[in-house]
């Protein structure tokens, strides 16, 4: 969507993270890649995070799916969007244009949702804590922006809206028009007729929940089930006072805690790939190590729709757990780990087949190029 290499070092340098920018008709495909029924489809199913926001008598009202198709069939033909959360986890196309982003790295990336809109839906001024990508799919909507610094909420409402929204720019977009708009930049979508419009979003972990993590991940792997104990207890004057010898033995347990870089390592890309809640899935089909090892050499493998991989040095994360890349196996996994997939024949050698064969058994890799 951005071009070649340099467009991307163009687009990093001066807008990402920094200010909006509106591309005409950049991904057209998109125009017909989602309607109405497909929307209401998945916002029926229970695998599948959805949310209905309706605006009436100055009001704004959520309900969260999943719906009954009865349901959202009595809607009214104004002024609500339904919001279908994590489609990258279960449409092809939305993987799709998820990749079309592959110039921000994936470690940076977080779901792709979509709204279908009758006209006057919105879901209100507000604005999203991470970077996105607004993409028009069908149908026209009007955005308005604005970079103010007051970004108090109304209090009380059941979404995120803008107290004081003072917009400062006016555009109308049509399908394959992308917005891109930076953390906290306030902004307001309007559907002017039945409209689509798909959130390539981004996250980032948060100081607090990295620490969080990282304390989790070195009690998992302390182990330590020893107790103080204290055999030498010594009477003392004050019954009340936590004692010095007990001071001191805990000091000296957590000044032990060590944790090294490859700690590190480990910790984030296991938690940067942990799958999306809710998401199942789908276990292979028995078949034994040979027949996988066919399979492969005949129709090549991709990584399973909802599957998050990434990689650091010499290892490998997927869906929150890790592994060494195995020696030789290096170029296979970086393609699955960048391009989703790798082309028959895979040719891969014990060592790296047994590690595939474990990911088809839990259903993170398919073979065949397309999830
Ligand atoms: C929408 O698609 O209606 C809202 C997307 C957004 O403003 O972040
Ligand atoms: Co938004």
Known sequence: MIGNASGARKFLAEFWQKKPLLKRGALPQLAKSL????????????DVESRLVIYSRK????EHGPFGKRELGRLPARNWTLLVNGLEAVLPQARELQQQFSFIPYARHDDVMASYAVPGGSVGPHFD??????VQGAGTRRWQTSRQRNL????????????????????TVHAGDVLYLPPRYAHHGVALDE???WSV???APGRREIIERFLDFMRDRERVDAMYQDPDLKAQQHAGAIGKAMLEDVKATLASIRWTDADIERCLGEYLTEPRAGVVFNRA???TPRAFKKLLDDQGACLALPTRMLTSGNRIFINGESAAIPAGAANIVRQFADNRYVPAPLRAQATVLDLLYAWYCAGYIKSGLRP
């Open 59 to 62: 009001n704004w009202q959520v």
């Open 201 to 203: 979003g981004f996250r």
């Open 35 to 46: 309607d109405r029924k497909q929307m209401m489809a998945l916002a029926c199913r229970d």
């Open 285 to 287: 089909r028995h078949i």
């Open 129 to 134: 804590s991470y970077d996105v990508f607004l």
């Open 195 to 197: 409209c689509i419009t």
């Open 152 to 171: 108090d909420l109304v209090a009380g409402a059941p979404l995120k809206i803008l107290r004081d929204f003072r917009p400062q720019r006016e555009l």
